[in-house]
């Protein structure tokens, strides 16, 4: 009898006891006094998984979408979901919170020092605690990310000792970097199932994925200022580690029910039926990469799970318009929609001006629709624009732009990557995993690591074909992409379009110092004004919140120009 695997879960891990956070958000966690204690509650491996499991259940969210729209992806529309809305636009200041937050560190800590009092089979509390490194880990990068130095604490903090000073950004990078390295040794590459060996625990490869992305940055212009070439090698080594691990990207063979009614004639000159069929695999390959009949697929290294009307996740609501139930909180920009190339040439799409796209629109002309013609199959699974056709989500759908309104987008574009059809089918919210490393990242990390530490060569060329095939898109065209600056402005647009919405645009325009260019006034289709945006030098570091410094009795110090 074939066994099911169980997946790790992580609603009501500790039934808010142990490792609840106080109600006043306290500086780096003080603990609150309502809580069981240590020595009455870590007593066995049960204590542990579930202590495990409460350091799980912070890792990112549907919130993830929110980067997108602290940059020039996306507009985040409603600013009491989030900061991307004041981010975007340069006014955040240090009243607002853009991440400065303790909670899973504590809950880590506390792990990690009370485990060895437990009687325990001996390499599964190592492997515990190596689960629990890796995502203080995590949260700690996101936090450095943000706001550059912050305080590096990895003990349990008692009464007394919370005011602790920011740490210098290299050494949090650096012991970050080194405890990837040492849990990489300890975490298996895949799990098999039953107790204590769910999938969905952190492995090896993710480990060295994190790895990998963090040693990119570094590698980066704004942190690698003298150039050090040996630094994009190590960023490439890492990514080169996860691709030895077993990892493909997620792929379909075919189409089937309502997918097949979608008619993209309209939308692609498709040479024959094979052409045609190639178009449509590329499409659905991407779309479904994201959706909870395939979440656990070949491409993904770490999701952040979810249980079926238990602990659902938001983004049908968060990404839908109103005539879908939708909100509209998050929208793509027309920045965005212009990166997705042709996918008939392989290079970029043509670009109609503001105006001449304002004039087509407003005077409802047919050749409005010639825009949105032969792009990357991955624009059509991504973005919701007039016309776009969408049967597994609603019957004969189609999408239109309803203007104005509560909940209808602003920019006149709704996102469809990361909604999940069937859920809304089924009329529940959506409990698809949120995809948090996967294959294509490692690929394109790889190919833009090599390509800056020697330029084009093979492996670089063949590192971005596999997504570009698996994409539906032709290779890339080596007589034109043939240095590394060419190749180089490919390899980011590449990042652009496959990425989009999962996070990476906002650390990417800012490692790249490209913000001041892209962060740019937004409008709509109608070119009418959507959000006015002033980038300042200062937004490459978020505030510290004012309240965190004064709960550290001024202990803290504040970013410069806030």
């Known amino acids: 009898m074939k066994r099911s695997i169980k997946y790790i879960t992580y609603a009501g891990a500790l039934a808010g006891l142990l490792l609840t956070t106080s109600c006043n958000d306290d500086f780096l966690e003080r603990p609150p006094q309502d809580q069981i204690s240590d020595a009455t509650f870590w007593k066995s491996k049960d204590d542990l998984s579930k202590a495990l499991n409460a350091v799980y259940s912070q890792l990112t969210r549907e919130g993830i979408i929110y980067d997108d729209g602290s940059s020039d992806n996306a507009y985040a529309q409603y600013p009491w979901e989030s900061t991307a809305t004041i981010v975007s636009a340069g006014t955040i200041n240090t009243n607002s919170n853009a991440g400065w937050g303790y909670t899973g560190i504590r809950r880590a800590n506390q792990l990690i020092e009370n485990a060895d009092n437990i009687e325990m089979d001996a390499e599964l509390r190592e492997r515990f605690k190596a689960e629990a490194r890796f995502l203080r880990t995590w949260f700690y990068w996101n936090m450095v990310l943000k706001f550059g130095d912050v305080p590096l604490v990895t003990s349990t903090l008692a009464a007394g000792e919370e005011d602790v000073a920011r740490t210098p950004r290299k050494d949090v990078v650096d012991f970050l970097l080194s405890e990837l390295t040492a ?32 040693l990119l940055n570094e590698a980066s212009p704004r942190f690698n200022t003298g150039g050090d070439a040996t630094k994009w090698k190590a960023a ?10 077993g990892y493909s990207l997620f792929k379909v063979n075919e189409e089937s029910g309502k997918d097949l009614e979608d008619d993209y004639a309209k939308w692609v000159d498709f040479a024959d039926a094979e052409d045609e069929r190639n178009f449509r695999l590329g499409l659905r390959s991407y779309e479904k990469l994201f959706q909870q009949q395939y979440e656990g697929n070949s491409e993904v290294i770490l999701d952040r799970q979810f249980i079926m009307q238990v602990d659902p996740q938001w983004h049908n609501t968060y990404l839908l318009p109103s005539v879908l139930n939708g909100w509209s909180s ?18 970029p799409a043509n670009i109609l001006t503001p105006e001449k796209r304002a004039e087509l629109y407003l005077n409802d002309d047919p050749a409005f629709a010639n825009e949105y013609k032969n792009r990357d ?27 104005g309104g509560s909940n209808n987008s602003q920019t006149g574009y709704n996102f469809r990557k990361l909604v999940d ?37 093979a492996t670089v060329y063949a590192a971005l074909n596999q997504i570009r095939e698996r994409a539906g898109m032709p290779a890339v065209d080596e007589s034109v992409y043939n240095t590394k600056e060419s190749l180089r402005e490919l390899i980011r647009n590449e990042r652009r379009v496959e990425l989009a919405l999962e996070g990476q645009r906002y650390m990417d325009i800012r490692r790249w110092e490209i913000a001041p ?22 937004l490459y570091l978020m505030p510290v919140p004012q309240a965190q410094i004064d709960l550290s009795d001024n202990v803290l110090t504040q970013n410069t120009g806030y």
């Open 377 to 403: 199959p991955r624009f059509y699974a991504s973005i919701l624009f007039n016309g776009n056709p969408w049967n597994a989500l609603e019957d004969g759908y189609a999408f239109t732009w309803q203007i």
């Open 183 to 214: 849990v990489a040794e300890v975490l298996p590459v895949m799990y098999g199932g039953g107790d204590s060996n769910e999938k969905g625990r952190v492995t090896k490869g993710a480990a060295l994925a994190l790895k990998a992305r963090i």
């Open 517 to 538: 260019q892209v962060m740019q006034t937004i409008y709509d289709i109608r070119n009418r004004l959507v959000q006015a945006r002033v980038w300042d030098d200062r």
């Open 330 to 347: 998050v929208t793509p920009t027309q920045d965005l929609v212009n990166a997705y190339g042709n996918y008939k040439t392989g290079g």
């Open 236 to 245: 490439a080594d890492a990514a080169q580690e996860v691709m030895s691990l």
């Open 421 to 457: 059809p069937q859920s809304r089918r089924e009329n529940i919210e959506s409990h698809a995993n949120i995809i948090l490393l996967r294959y294509a990242e490692i690929l394109l990390t790889y190919a833009e690591a090599m390509n800056e530490f020697g330029g084009p060569d």
